[in-house]
T-cell receptor
Framework: EPEVTQTPSHQVTQMGQEVILRCVPI?????FYWYRQILGQKVEFLVS????????KSEIFDDQFSVERPDGSNFTLKIRSTKLEDSAMYFC????????????FGPGTRLTVL | AQKITQTQPGMFVQEKEAVTLDCTYD???????LFWYKQPSSGEMIFLIY??????QNATEGRYSLNFQKARKSANLVISASQLGDSAMYFC?????????????FGSGTKLNVKP
């Protein structure tokens, strides 16, 4: 069964460093998303992406965040200068885009900023 | 106002019994989708079941069923014959509008513990 994959599973970084989180969405999906979940809290929407551009972004997704689809398979989230409060689980998701379609989530990347 | 409300932070159920996890939602859009996800301690988000706002019948997927009460704006998840492996966090989510690519709103989750 097709699945969304994410690498790395765990990333530890120093405050102020740049990190890139990688995702491979399900191959025939057209819509891609990043969500984050701070430990013990709800899952929050960050950004959606379609046709090589951002469709929607939340207020969390400020100038330090960017997304890219550098090739036909990968979808990346870059955090330019990490802060302590960026520590969270980051989930990538993908969807076919039909109203009845669900979003399939990857296993997540746990980001720890020290 | 919260889009999705899950009022049960934690619940216990005896193995083999049924359990209902509550979810209420808030939207003025007549078109929306409701979803339930399971998050085990390993952290991944596993899709369980979907209910569309125009669906006439309650959704079912194996041991999972969704008790959809549109007038009450509730979409409770029912797990029948609980198993130890059902112990996890459960999140209710909603997508507003007809566009299938719209973002999801998540509730705060319910932690289910299944007792042997």
């Amino acid at each position: 069964e097709p699945e969304v994959t994410q690498t790395p599973s765990h990333q530890v970084t120093q405050m102020g460093q740049e990190v890139i989180l990688r995702c491979v969405p399900i191959s025939n999906h057209l819509y891609f998303y990043w969500y984050r979940q701070i430990l013990g809290q709800k899952v929050e929407f960050l950004v959606s992406f379609y046709n090589n551009e951002i469709s929607e972004k939340s207020e969390i997704f400020d100038d330090q965040f960017s997304v890219e689809r550098p090739d036909g398979s990968n979808f990346t989230l870059k955090i330019r200068s990490t802060k302590l409060e960026d520590s969270a689980m980051y989930f990538c998701a993908s969807s076919g885009g039909l109203p009845t379609d669900t979003q399939y989530f990857g296993p997540g990347t746990r980001l720890t900023v020290l | 106002a919260q889009k999705i409300t899950q009022t049960q932070p934690g619940m216990f159920v005896q193995e083999k019994e049924a359990v209902t996890l509550d979810c209420t939602y808030d939207t003025s859009d007549p078109s929306y989708g409701l979803f339930w996800y399971k998050q085990p301690s390993s952290g991944e988000m596993i899709f369980l079941i979907y209910q569309g706002s125009y669906d006439q019948q309650n959704a079912t997927e194996g041991r999972y069923s969704l008790n959809f009460q549109k007038a009450r704006k509730s979409a409770n998840l029912v797990i029948s014959a609980s198993q130890l492996g059902d112990s996890a966090m459960y999140f209710c989510a909603m997508r507003e509008g007809q566009l299938g690519f719209n973002k999801f709103y998540f509730g705060s989750g319910t932690k289910l513990n299944v007792k042997p």
